[in-house]
């Protein structure tokens, strides 16, 4: 992920509907966003428009309806989101941000099991 591109909340969460449910048009994102809160259409349009300035999502403008597709990747913009947390609120310390995190909410079995796997994995040289 370029560096200089550091999406805002707002965009965060058009970036996960995109992830999601794949290159969406305007209205989708827009009925996608309001199922968790009222946006506007015009404010949803506003926002895609400046990612698309940013780079941080592709207008397909071959239809009447354009289709917005991310240019970033997931895996990428979520590890250096959290390499950023993890400098600035944690000092660098991965054990202070897993356990805050895993102190936070209720972590499923599931989860759990699948952080165990992990750490076994980590523990082996695998990454």
Same mark, same amino acid.
């Given at each position: 992920?370029?560096?200089? =591109?550091?999406?805002?909340?707002?965009?965060?969460?058009?970036?996960?509907? =995109?992830?999601? &449910?794949?290159?969406?048009?305007?209205?989708?994102?827009?009925?996608?966003?309001?199922?968790?809160?009222?946006?506007?259409?015009?404010?949803?349009?506003?926002?895609?428009?400046?990612?698309?300035?940013?780079? =941080?999502?592709?207008?397909?403008?071959?239809?009447?309806? &354009?289709?917005?597709?991310?240019?970033?990747?997931?895996?990428?913009?979520?590890?250096?989101?959290?390499?950023? %947390?993890?400098?600035?609120?944690?000092?660098?310390?991965?054990?202070?941000?897993?356990?805050?995190?895993?102190?936070?909410?209720?972590?499923?079995?599931?989860? %759990?099991?699948?952080?165990?796997?992990?750490?076994?994995?980590?523990?082996?040289?695998?990454?």
């Amino acid at each position: 992920m370029n560096n200089k =591109i550091k999406p805002t909340e707002s965009e965060l969460e058009i970036l996960q509907l =995109i992830w999601k &449910h794949g290159p969406s048009t305007v209205r989708q994102i827009n009925e996608f966003m309001n199922e968790n809160r009222v946006v506007g259409y015009t404010t949803s349009l506003k926002l895609l428009q400046i990612m698309t300035q940013k780079g =941080i999502v592709r207008a397909d403008k071959t239809d009447r309806s &354009h289709v917005y597709s991310a240019l970033l990747k997931e895996d990428e913009t979520q590890q250096q989101l959290v390499d950023q %947390l993890l400098q600035a609120a944690f000092g660098g310390s991965a054990k202070k941000l897993v356990m805050q995190a895993l102190g936070n909410k209720k972590t499923s079995q599931a989860e %759990l099991e699948e952080i165990k796997l992990l750490i076994e994995r980590l523990e082996g040289g695998e990454a």
